[in-house]
Protein backbone atom coordinates (compact mmCIF):
# COMPACT_ATOMS: atom_id res chain seq x y z
CA UNK A 1 0.00 0.00 0.00
CA UNK A 2 1.48 3.40 -0.87
CA UNK A 3 1.86 5.80 1.49
CA UNK A 4 -1.07 8.29 -0.57
CA UNK A 5 -3.49 5.30 -1.58
CA UNK A 6 -5.97 6.62 -4.62
CA UNK A 7 -9.79 5.84 -5.20
CA UNK A 8 -8.82 2.54 -7.72
CA UNK A 9 -6.88 1.45 -4.32
CA UNK A 10 -10.06 2.27 -1.67
CA UNK A 11 -12.34 0.26 -4.03
CA UNK A 12 -9.93 -2.85 -3.88
CA UNK A 13 -10.65 -2.46 -0.04
CA UNK A 14 -14.93 -2.43 -0.85
CA UNK A 15 -14.33 -5.20 -2.51
CA UNK A 16 -12.84 -7.50 -0.30
CA UNK A 17 -14.92 -6.04 2.42
CA UNK A 18 -18.20 -7.32 0.42
CA UNK A 19 -16.72 -10.26 -0.34
CA UNK A 20 -15.74 -11.32 3.61
CA UNK A 21 -19.06 -10.12 4.27
CA UNK A 22 -20.94 -12.56 2.25
CA UNK A 23 -19.01 -15.21 3.21
CA UNK A 24 -20.21 -14.81 7.44
CA UNK A 25 -23.41 -14.20 5.72
CA UNK A 26 -23.63 -17.23 4.00
CA UNK A 27 -21.96 -19.32 6.72
CA UNK A 28 -25.03 -17.68 8.95
CA UNK A 29 -27.44 -19.24 6.10
CA UNK A 30 -25.48 -23.13 6.44
CA UNK A 31 -25.89 -22.83 10.23
CA UNK A 32 -29.62 -22.29 10.09
CA UNK A 33 -30.20 -24.88 7.45
CA UNK A 34 -28.20 -27.12 9.37
CA UNK A 35 -30.15 -26.44 12.31
CA UNK A 36 -27.12 -25.38 14.20
CA UNK A 37 -27.67 -22.85 16.83
CA UNK A 38 -26.50 -19.37 15.57
CA UNK A 39 -24.89 -17.74 18.07
CA UNK A 40 -26.38 -14.19 17.25
CA UNK A 41 -25.70 -12.31 20.89
CA UNK A 42 -22.10 -12.58 19.93
CA UNK A 43 -22.48 -11.17 16.58
CA UNK A 44 -24.67 -8.33 17.99
CA UNK A 45 -22.43 -7.63 20.64
CA UNK A 46 -19.15 -7.57 18.57
CA UNK A 47 -21.31 -5.14 16.10
CA UNK A 48 -19.89 -2.30 17.87
CA UNK A 49 -16.07 -3.29 17.33
CA UNK A 50 -17.03 -2.91 13.14
CA UNK A 51 -19.13 0.47 13.66
CA UNK A 52 -15.83 2.07 15.04
CA UNK A 53 -14.24 1.80 11.78
CA UNK A 54 -17.08 1.58 9.31
CA UNK A 55 -18.05 5.17 10.60
CA UNK A 56 -14.87 6.98 9.89
CA UNK A 57 -14.37 5.55 6.59
CA UNK A 58 -17.81 7.04 5.59
CA UNK A 59 -17.33 10.02 7.49
CA UNK A 60 -14.06 10.75 5.94
CA UNK A 61 -15.44 9.66 2.52
CA UNK A 62 -18.38 12.46 2.76
CA UNK A 63 -15.40 14.87 3.74
CA UNK A 64 -13.70 14.30 0.28
CA UNK A 65 -16.68 15.59 -1.54
CA UNK A 66 -16.62 18.78 0.10
CA UNK A 67 -15.76 21.45 -2.76
CA UNK A 68 -13.32 23.29 -0.38
CA UNK A 69 -10.80 20.46 0.46
CA UNK A 70 -7.67 20.92 -0.36
CA UNK A 71 -5.00 18.27 -1.70
CA UNK A 72 -3.53 17.88 1.79
CA UNK A 73 -6.88 17.18 3.63
CA UNK A 74 -7.51 15.11 0.87
CA UNK A 75 -4.97 12.63 1.16
CA UNK A 76 -5.27 12.70 5.10
CA UNK A 77 -8.74 11.81 4.51
CA UNK A 78 -7.87 8.71 1.97
CA UNK A 79 -4.86 8.12 4.54
CA UNK A 80 -7.51 7.63 7.12
CA UNK A 81 -10.17 5.69 5.27
CA UNK A 82 -7.29 3.45 4.36
CA UNK A 83 -6.24 2.45 8.16
CA UNK A 84 -9.40 2.48 8.95
CA UNK A 85 -10.43 -0.12 6.11
CA UNK A 86 -7.27 -2.22 7.32
CA UNK A 87 -8.77 -2.06 10.76
CA UNK A 88 -11.68 -3.61 9.52
CA UNK A 89 -10.69 -5.88 6.90
CA UNK A 90 -8.31 -7.49 9.51
CA UNK A 91 -11.42 -7.45 11.83
CA UNK A 92 -13.41 -9.47 9.46
CA UNK A 93 -10.05 -11.47 8.77
CA UNK A 94 -10.38 -12.61 12.86
CA UNK A 95 -14.12 -13.37 13.08
CA UNK A 96 -13.66 -15.63 9.86
CA UNK A 97 -11.05 -17.47 11.84
CA UNK A 98 -13.23 -17.78 14.81
CA UNK A 99 -15.84 -18.86 12.40
CA UNK A 100 -14.02 -21.76 10.88
CA UNK A 101 -12.47 -23.07 14.34
CA UNK A 102 -15.56 -23.13 16.23
CA UNK A 103 -17.09 -25.23 13.30
CA UNK A 104 -14.16 -27.45 12.77
CA UNK A 105 -13.60 -25.92 9.47
CA UNK A 106 -10.16 -23.90 9.68
CA UNK A 107 -7.54 -25.59 7.11
CA UNK A 108 -3.95 -24.42 7.42
CA UNK A 109 -1.28 -23.68 5.08
CA UNK A 110 2.26 -24.95 4.74
CA UNK A 111 4.39 -21.52 3.87
CA UNK A 112 8.07 -21.37 3.99
CA UNK A 113 8.16 -18.88 6.90
CA UNK A 114 11.41 -16.51 7.68
CA UNK A 115 10.64 -16.52 10.99
CA UNK A 116 12.65 -13.48 11.59
CA UNK A 117 11.60 -11.34 8.82
CA UNK A 118 7.75 -12.19 10.52
CA UNK A 119 8.58 -11.21 13.96
CA UNK A 120 10.48 -7.74 12.46
CA UNK A 121 7.09 -7.03 10.30
CA UNK A 122 5.03 -7.49 13.74
CA UNK A 123 8.00 -5.09 15.40
CA UNK A 124 7.36 -2.26 13.23
CA UNK A 125 4.02 -2.44 12.69
CA UNK A 126 3.57 -2.33 16.27
CA UNK A 127 5.89 0.21 17.26
CA UNK A 128 4.64 2.72 15.12
CA UNK A 129 0.51 1.87 16.27
CA UNK A 130 1.52 2.60 19.64
CA UNK A 131 1.80 6.11 18.84
CA UNK A 132 -1.74 6.10 17.38
CA UNK A 133 -2.79 4.15 20.52
CA UNK A 134 -1.23 6.89 22.90
CA UNK A 135 1.98 4.14 24.24
CA UNK A 136 4.00 6.57 23.60
CA UNK A 137 6.10 5.24 27.06
CA UNK A 138 6.24 1.94 26.11
CA UNK A 139 9.20 0.32 24.90
CA UNK A 140 8.99 -2.40 21.94
CA UNK A 141 12.00 -4.75 22.29
CA UNK A 142 12.37 -7.56 19.71
CA UNK A 143 14.65 -9.88 21.01
CA UNK A 144 16.16 -12.54 18.44
CA UNK A 145 19.39 -14.05 18.35
CA UNK A 146 21.97 -12.64 15.19
CA UNK A 147 21.94 -16.57 14.41
CA UNK A 148 18.13 -17.42 14.11
CA UNK A 149 17.88 -14.52 11.27
CA UNK A 150 18.31 -17.20 8.98
CA UNK A 151 15.94 -19.79 10.40
CA UNK A 152 13.03 -20.96 8.05
CA UNK A 153 10.39 -22.91 9.26
CA UNK A 154 7.28 -24.31 7.64
CA UNK A 155 3.77 -23.00 8.87
CA UNK A 156 0.74 -21.33 8.16
CA UNK A 157 2.49 -17.79 8.07
CA UNK A 158 -0.75 -15.62 7.88
CA UNK A 159 -2.19 -17.49 10.98
CA UNK A 160 1.12 -17.72 12.81
CA UNK A 161 1.33 -14.07 12.55
CA UNK A 162 -2.28 -13.62 13.28
CA UNK A 163 -2.12 -15.60 16.79
CA UNK A 164 1.00 -13.16 17.98
CA UNK A 165 -0.96 -9.95 17.13
CA UNK A 166 -3.86 -11.52 18.97
CA UNK A 167 -1.17 -11.40 21.85
CA UNK A 168 0.90 -8.23 21.38
CA UNK A 169 -2.33 -6.03 20.49
CA UNK A 170 -3.76 -7.38 24.25
CA UNK A 171 -0.61 -6.78 25.82
CA UNK A 172 -0.21 -2.77 23.48
CA UNK A 173 -3.87 -2.04 24.89
CA UNK A 174 -3.09 -3.07 28.91
CA UNK A 175 0.39 -1.82 29.08
CA UNK A 176 0.45 2.36 29.43
CA UNK A 177 3.72 2.43 30.65
CA UNK A 178 7.05 0.22 30.48
CA UNK A 179 8.07 -2.67 27.84
CA UNK A 180 6.88 -5.65 25.78
CA UNK A 181 9.42 -7.84 24.31
CA UNK A 182 8.43 -10.04 21.51
CA UNK A 183 11.21 -12.69 21.58
CA UNK A 184 11.47 -16.74 20.03
CA UNK A 185 13.28 -19.72 20.29
CA UNK A 186 13.99 -23.16 19.02
CA UNK A 187 13.57 -25.54 22.33
CA UNK A 188 14.03 -28.55 20.31
CA UNK A 189 14.83 -29.43 16.44
CA UNK A 190 11.35 -28.97 15.76
CA UNK A 191 9.81 -27.50 18.72
CA UNK A 192 9.71 -23.24 17.97
CA UNK A 193 8.88 -21.23 21.00
CA UNK A 194 7.00 -17.44 21.01
CA UNK A 195 7.03 -15.20 23.90
CA UNK A 196 5.44 -11.92 25.06
CA UNK A 197 6.48 -9.98 27.78
CA UNK A 198 4.84 -7.06 29.21
CA UNK A 199 4.50 -4.84 31.88
CA UNK A 200 0.68 -4.54 32.23
CA UNK A 201 -1.25 -5.63 35.52
CA UNK A 202 -2.27 -8.69 36.73
CA UNK A 203 -6.11 -7.97 35.78
CA UNK A 204 -4.61 -9.07 31.73
CA UNK A 205 -2.63 -12.29 33.28
CA UNK A 206 -6.14 -13.67 34.80
CA UNK A 207 -8.03 -12.71 32.02
CA UNK A 208 -4.90 -14.60 29.97
CA UNK A 209 -5.21 -17.49 32.22
CA UNK A 210 -8.76 -18.03 31.88
CA UNK A 211 -8.81 -18.37 28.55
CA UNK A 212 -5.21 -20.36 27.88
CA UNK A 213 -5.61 -21.97 31.03
CA UNK A 214 -9.30 -22.84 31.71
CA UNK A 215 -12.46 -24.89 29.87
CA UNK A 216 -14.90 -22.54 29.51
CA UNK A 217 -18.34 -23.39 28.86
CA UNK A 218 -19.29 -23.48 24.92
CA UNK A 219 -20.48 -20.61 23.89
CA UNK A 220 -19.46 -18.09 26.92
CA UNK A 221 -17.07 -16.30 24.54
CA UNK A 222 -19.68 -15.20 22.16
CA UNK A 223 -21.60 -13.88 25.27
CA UNK A 224 -19.41 -10.57 26.20
CA UNK A 225 -17.71 -7.76 23.84
CA UNK A 226 -14.91 -8.14 25.64
CA UNK A 227 -12.14 -7.73 22.94
CA UNK A 228 -9.48 -9.15 25.02
CA UNK A 229 -10.62 -11.75 25.72
CA UNK A 230 -12.34 -12.26 22.20
CA UNK A 231 -8.15 -12.03 20.83
CA UNK A 232 -7.05 -14.51 23.51
CA UNK A 233 -9.72 -16.84 22.44
CA UNK A 234 -8.75 -16.68 18.75
CA UNK A 235 -4.96 -16.53 19.30
CA UNK A 236 -5.75 -20.13 21.38
CA UNK A 237 -7.57 -21.67 18.65
CA UNK A 238 -5.08 -20.72 15.81
CA UNK A 239 -2.12 -21.92 18.21
CA UNK A 240 -4.31 -25.69 19.42
CA UNK A 241 -4.52 -26.06 15.59
CA UNK A 242 -1.21 -26.22 15.08
CA UNK A 243 -1.07 -28.57 17.59
CA UNK A 244 0.76 -26.04 20.21
CA UNK A 245 0.64 -25.05 24.05
CA UNK A 246 0.06 -21.86 25.86
CA UNK A 247 1.15 -20.83 29.01
CA UNK A 248 0.58 -17.70 31.01
CA UNK A 249 3.32 -16.95 33.64
CA UNK A 250 4.64 -13.71 35.40
CA UNK A 251 6.72 -11.39 33.26
CA UNK A 252 10.29 -10.05 34.24
CA UNK A 253 8.46 -6.33 33.73
CA UNK A 254 6.44 -7.26 36.71
CA UNK A 255 3.29 -7.86 34.02
CA UNK A 256 2.53 -10.96 31.98
CA UNK A 257 4.91 -12.84 29.82
CA UNK A 258 2.77 -15.76 27.24
CA UNK A 259 4.25 -18.69 25.97
CA UNK A 260 3.59 -20.57 23.27
CA UNK A 261 5.19 -23.64 21.07
CA UNK A 262 4.60 -25.20 18.57
CA UNK A 263 5.41 -28.41 16.31
CA UNK A 264 7.84 -27.19 13.38
CA UNK A 265 9.65 -28.68 10.05
CA UNK A 266 12.43 -26.39 9.26
CA UNK A 267 13.56 -25.97 6.07
CA UNK A 268 16.75 -23.48 6.41
CA UNK A 269 18.05 -24.26 9.96
CA UNK A 270 21.31 -22.29 9.84
CA UNK A 271 20.83 -20.92 13.12
CA UNK A 272 23.53 -23.05 15.10
CA UNK A 273 27.38 -22.63 15.44
CA UNK A 274 28.30 -26.39 14.19
CA UNK A 275 27.92 -25.55 10.51
CA UNK A 276 26.27 -29.38 10.39
CA UNK A 277 23.12 -28.86 7.88
CA UNK A 278 21.12 -31.23 10.01
CA UNK A 279 21.54 -30.00 13.55
CA UNK A 280 19.62 -26.77 15.42
CA UNK A 281 21.30 -25.65 18.05
CA UNK A 282 18.81 -26.18 21.02
CA UNK A 283 18.54 -22.74 23.45
CA UNK A 284 17.26 -24.21 26.14
CA UNK A 285 15.39 -27.79 27.59
CA UNK A 286 12.14 -27.78 26.54
CA UNK A 287 9.88 -27.05 30.29
CA UNK A 288 12.75 -24.86 31.86
Not at 23 to 39: A, H, I, M, P
Request: overall charge negative.
Amino acid sequence: MSDKPDYNELFEYTKQLEEKIAWLEGTLKQFQSDGTRVKTSFLSNISHEIRTPMNAIIGFSHLLGEEDVDGDQRDAYINHITRNSNSLLNMMDNLIDLTLIETGNLQLNEDEVEIYQMLKELYDHYNLDRYRVNRERVALLLNVRDAFKQAKITSDKQRLSRALSCIIENALSQTKKGVIEIGALFASKNTLVFTVKDSSNMLLQERARKVFETTEKEGDWYNTSDTIGLGYKLAKGLIEAMDGEIMVKDSSFKGTTIEFSIPVKTVTPKHYKSGEADRIKVERPLGE
